[in-house]
């Protein structure tokens, strides 16, 4: 029995960051997947602390915020920075991750048709401090802190390859991102969690828009 379970809707969502983790660090997981016909039945939702998927198991610990599992997992899994330092940065860039991944959502939820060129128009914006921090670190040959891959790695690869669906070319002009996703997506294990059918057949978000 592996000691990690999912429970989710069936997207990569908030969900991919924490699974390329788990792959790339080679851990197995389960999935149990929530249909909008179970979660409209009600009684999952009303067992949520937040009332909101995804919900987490780590043996008999149960978790509820992406970033909070993400972080869980980096400090279970020696993924959150080598000192205190490192690990203050690595929640810098997580947060910054979030940010993005909140517009990404209310643009494809609630806007998708009458936000889009705006989105793409501020796209470079937001960016561009991925690229500045991964340059700040070791000329942007490394991770995005430190000499070994986080939480905030597997989180912000994840961003990176939906945006990547969204707006192809949006990486064009940013070399030490565009090198950033190539490197980390030939990690053997995350090139093989990638282009797995499981990775491949789940649909980005939940309600067809990519
Ligand atoms: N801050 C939460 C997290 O990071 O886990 C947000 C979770 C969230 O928004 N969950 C959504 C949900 O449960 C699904 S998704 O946005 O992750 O796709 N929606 C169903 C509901 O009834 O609110």
Redesign the pocket.
């Known amino acids: 029995m592996p000691p990690y379970t999912i429970v989710?809707?069936p997207?990569r969502?908030?969900?991919e960051a924490m699974r390329m983790l788990l792959a790339d660090q080679g851990q197995s997981w389960k999935e149990e997947v929530v249909t909008k016909e179970i979660?409209s039945q009600g009684s999952l939702?009303a067992s949520?602390l937040?009332?909101?998927?995804?919900k987490f198991q780590d043996g008999d610990l149960t978790l509820?915020?992406?970033?909070?599992?993400l972080r869980h997992l980096g400090r279970s899994l020696g993924l959150y920075g080598k000192d205190h330092q490192e690990a203050t940065l690595l929640d810098m860039a997580n947060d910054g991750v979030?940010d993005l991944r909140c517009k990404y959502?209310t643009l494809i939820?609630t806007n998708y048709e009458a936000g889009r060129d705006g989105y793409m128009k501020a796209l470079p914006r937001h960016l561009k401090p991925f690229e500045t921090l991964l340059s700040q670190n070791q000329g942007g040959q490394a991770f995005i802190v430190g000499n070994q891959i986080s939480f905030a790695d597997y989180n912000l690869l994840d961003l990176l390859l939906i945006h990547q669906v969204l707006a192809p070319g949006c990486l064009d002009t940013f070399p030490i991102l565009s090198a950033y996703v190539a490197r980390l997506s030939a990690r053997p294990k995350i090139k093989a969690f990638l282009t797995s059918p499981d990775h491949m057949n789940r649909p980005i978000?939940?309600n067809g828009k990519q």
């Open positions: 989710y809707f997207v969502g908030r969900c979660w939702k949520c937040y009332r909101q998927l995804p509820y915020q992406s970033n909070a599992i979030e959502a939820y978000n939940g």
